[in-house]
């Protein structure tokens, strides 16, 4: 599924979503469409959608109606495991905080992709070599140090562990990155450095970027900004 | 299949993760696996050496009372004094048409703590046990001066006996008599080769033996002012006048019950001759209400193991929604959530059986010898047959089974936690 120019990363038409037992939709979105290798900046106040827009791109919700299509793949038309196995072969996933596993070492926590998507794993071996080398050449590029890789990872300061989940996203070149608030827990100065190695590794990987803060202050590093309101038009109906 | 692999070595590092919740469960497992094999191998265990101390004894003559004590005093020296049989008895028995031979057996001293049994050499020829191995000498002969001791293999090991070592007999079979026969040494003149019976760990004298030490005794205590020399014991008339018990070895066993009968209808005493096989029948009996009890109580254990071990499962879900989220993310399936938290319970059960067999081990490593040396029960260890190892492996599927439950729960927090990482 290597990304062509006449494929989007992500395209959702018509889409409508309504929790069980709700009549009014709390997600209307006509279009929405990412290039692939486009960075989107994504911002919007909280009860906008922004959560369940995630959700049913990285295809663990199902839309009412309308297409999600991501890397060229209707998500819509898959069943709930194939969508499980599509999100950990091309999408990426970094939260807020909280991202690692803490009985894992910081190498076993990268590597977990790997273990669970047999392309992530395909493609890591092949661009290094072996398992541990692409996790520690993502780690090095994330200027994480050598001594803590295999150590726990319970005593890593939050910009560290941010480090190692961007690490874990990126590892064997998903076609999405998601990223759901991941600079909000730090602080300004490791907000950039972070935010500086993430892009630069997206770029890397080829990877498309959707970046959702509510710190419009970083929008001028991506190349498209969206807003949540004007996207959905379920909450702009909220908002008014 | 790797990924199955992945997840289970993630579900052995996310347990040993929080070994410290999770040890109570583990040795809860442990201990029912512990008693549910335990308890079965002593009980056969012990069966097994009750049933070979003593072979060839066609019945066991005594005073009236009860079976099970009159064999368990008699063969095993284990419980109480029963009432004695009269010498003459004894020999009217023995001189009975149907009988081929007679041991007679008198008890009630010892020697720091083993039980002195007084008897006669024919006891070395006629003593049968598993099946009809005779009792051998390692060393020396059989007692045949008045002050000649014949001891146990258990005894010379413990005591540190040689042959011509003297000693001296306790009156009664307590440790914590103090009346001691020590005016009358005895001297080691044969030890017993090691038979894995109670022969082992007791001692024997002749029955005029037994006679002489108490000469100047009366009613368990010696008689004030009156003092037999052992050089005067010989003089007096050392015929016992009451025995405990006697072995009879009868020309045709076909014979028991009739001869049975007639010692129980014996007119001039109250006796009475137990089978020494039906006697042990009827003691399984009595304790096999106790034995159902405890394996009751095995599975109880069990229970509770496995109970505990959903309810450890489940509160530790809660700070857990994290990492299932975190799989979820790069790419695990509900159902591989479900399998993860199964895995672990499974690992959980497992571990404790492992641990439950360890211990088990150290247990009749531990307690053998100290059976062997106060009963004379020989305990072995051995590995589970085939029926035990179906219960184990009934245990680990009960333990699949029962983190279900919490495997279900997460499942479900999976399924409605997505991505969000709640809290």
């Known amino acids: 599924m290597a990304s062509s120019s006449a494929v989007f990363a992500v395209a959702l038409r018509g889409v409508r979503f309504s929790w069980p037992g709700q009549a009014r939709p709390v997600l209307d979105i006509a279009d929405l469409l990412i290039r692939p290798g486009e960075r989107v900046f994504l911002s919007g106040p909280s009860g906008s959608g922004k959560s369940t827009l995630l959700g049913l791109i990285a295809g663990i919700l199902q839309p009412d109606c309308g297409s999600i299509a991501v890397d060229g793949a209707a998500l819509h038309t898959m069943s709930a495991s194939a969508r499980d196995r599509f999100r950990g072969a091309e999408i990426g996933f970094i939260f807020q905080q909280f991202n690692l596993v803490p009985y894992l070492s910081m190498i076993e926590n990268v590597l977990i992709p790997c273990y669970l998507s047999p392309q992530r794993q395909a493609r890591a071996l092949r661009q290094a070599g072996s398992l541990r080398d692409a996790a520690a050449h993502?780690?090095?590029?994330?200027?994480?140090?050598?001594?803590?890789?295999?150590?726990?990872?319970?005593?890593?300061?939050t910009g560290q562990q941010q480090r190692v989940a961007a690490a874990r996203a990126l590892i064997g070149t998903p076609a999405?990155?998601?990223?759901?608030?991941?600079?909000?827990?730090?602080?300004?100065?490791?907000?950039?450095?972070?935010?500086k190695l993430l892009l630069n590794e997206c770029a890397l990987a080829g990877s498309s970027l959707l970046f959702v803060s509510h710190d419009i202050g970083l929008a001028g590093a991506f190349s498209t900004a969206l807003r949540m309101n004007d996207l959905n038009a379920a909450a702009q109906g909220e908002t008014m | 299949m790797r990924r199955f692999f992945y997840l289970a070595s993630l579900a052995r590092k996310s347990a040993w993760n929080r070994r410290g919740t999770l040890a109570l469960v583990v040795l809860c497992i442990a201990l029912s696996t512990l008693l549910l094999l335990g308890i079965e191998r002593i009980r056969g265990q012990i069966r097994e050496n009750f049933v070979q101390a003593v072979s060839g004894v066609d019945l066991v003559a005594g005073a009236r009372g009860g079976g099970i004590q009159l064999m368990l005093y008699a063969v095993f020296h284990l419980g109480g004094a029963t009432n004695n049989m009269g010498w003459e008895?004894?020999?009217?028995?023995?001189?009975?048409?149907?009988?081929?031979?007679?041991?007679?057996?008198?008890?009630?001293?010892?020697?720091?703590?083993?039980?002195?049994?007084?008897?006669?050499?024919?006891?070395f020829d006629h003593y049968r046990f598993r099946g009809g191995e005779r009792v051998e000498f390692a060393e020396g002969r059989a007692f045949d001066a008045l002050f000649d001791v014949v001891i146990g293999a258990e005894v010379a090991r413990k005591l540190g006996y040689?042959?011509?070592?003297?000693?001296?007999?306790?009156?009664?079979?307590?440790?914590?008599?103090?009346?001691?026969?020590?005016?009358?040494?005895?001297?080691?003149?044969?030890?017993?080769?090691?038979?894995?019976?109670?022969?082992?760990?007791?001692?024997?004298?002749?029955?005029?033996?037994?006679?002489?030490?108490?000469?100047?005794?009366?009613?368990?205590?010696?008689?004030?002012?009156?003092?037999v020399r052992a050089d005067q014991a010989g003089k007096f008339d050392l015929t016992p006048k009451s025995i405990t018990a006697l072995l009879v070895g009868l020309k045709s066993r076909s014979r028991v019950f009739a001869l049975q009968r007639e010692i129980?209808?014996?007119?001039?005493?109250?006796?009475?001759?137990?089978?020494?096989?039906?006697?042990?029948?009827?003691?399984?009996?009595?304790?096999?209400?106790?034995?159902?009890?405890?394996?009751l109580v095995s599975a109880l254990v069990t229970?509770?193991?496995?109970?505990?071990?959903?309810?450890?499962?489940?509160?530790?879900?809660?700070?857990?929604?994290?990492?299932?989220?975190?799989?979820?993310?790069?790419?695990?399936?509900?159902?591989?959530?479900?399998?993860?938290?199964?895995?672990e319970g499974v690992l959980l059960v497992s571990a404790g059986i492992a641990l439950g067999l360890v211990c088990l081990i150290f247990l009749f490593l531990g307690i053998g010898p100290m059976l062997a040396g106060r009963y004379g029960i020989v305990l072995?260890?051995?590995?589970?047959?085939?029926?035990?190892?179906?219960?184990?492996?009934?245990?680990?599927?009960?333990?699949?089974?029962?983190?279900?439950?919490?495997?279900?729960?997460a499942y479900r927090i999976s399924l409605s936690d997505g991505l969000t990482l709640s809290t």
Request: hydrophobic share 50%; glycine share 10%; proline share 7%.
């Open chain 2, 264 to 295: 129980g209808a014996w007119k001039e005493e109250a006796l009475m001759g137990v089978m020494p096989g039906v006697a042990m029948d009827d003691l399984w009996r009595m304790l096999d209400t106790g034995e159902r009890a405890l394996l």
């Open chain 2, 162 to 227: 040689r042959l011509g070592s003297p000693l001296v007999l306790s009156h009664g079979n307590s440790e914590m008599m103090l009346a001691e026969h020590d005016d009358k040494p005895f001297a080691v003149t044969g030890i017993l080769a090691p038979t894995g019976t109670p022969v082992d760990r007791a001692l024997y004298i002749s029955l005029a033996a037994m006679e002489a030490i108490h000469l100047d005794w009366q009613g368990g205590v010696p008689i004030p002012g009156f003092r």
């Open chain 2, 380 to 409: 072995y260890f051995s590995w589970p047959g085939r029926e035990e190892w179906l219960l184990l492996g009934g245990i680990v599927a009960a333990g699949f089974l029962t983190s279900l439950v919490p495997a279900w729960r």
């Open chain 1, 138 to 157: 993502l780690l090095e590029r994330l200027e994480l140090a050598p001594e803590f890789w295999e150590r726990p990872v319970t005593r890593l300061s």
């Open chain 1, 176 to 195: 999405l990155l998601i990223a759901d608030e991941p600079s909000s827990a730090l602080d300004a100065d490791r907000r950039d450095v972070f935010l």
């Open chain 2, 303 to 343: 229970l509770t193991g496995l109970a505990g071990l959903a309810s450890a499962i489940l509160a530790g879900l809660g700070e857990r929604r994290r990492e299932l989220a975190i799989l979820r993310s790069a790419g695990a399936r509900p159902l591989d959530i479900l399998f993860l938290l199964a895995c």
């Open chain 2, 89 to 123: 008895s004894a020999q009217r028995i023995a001189a009975h048409r149907d009988v081929a031979w007679t041991i007679p057996l008198s008890l009630g001293d010892s020697h720091k703590g083993h039980p002195v049994v007084a008897t006669v050499p024919d006891f």
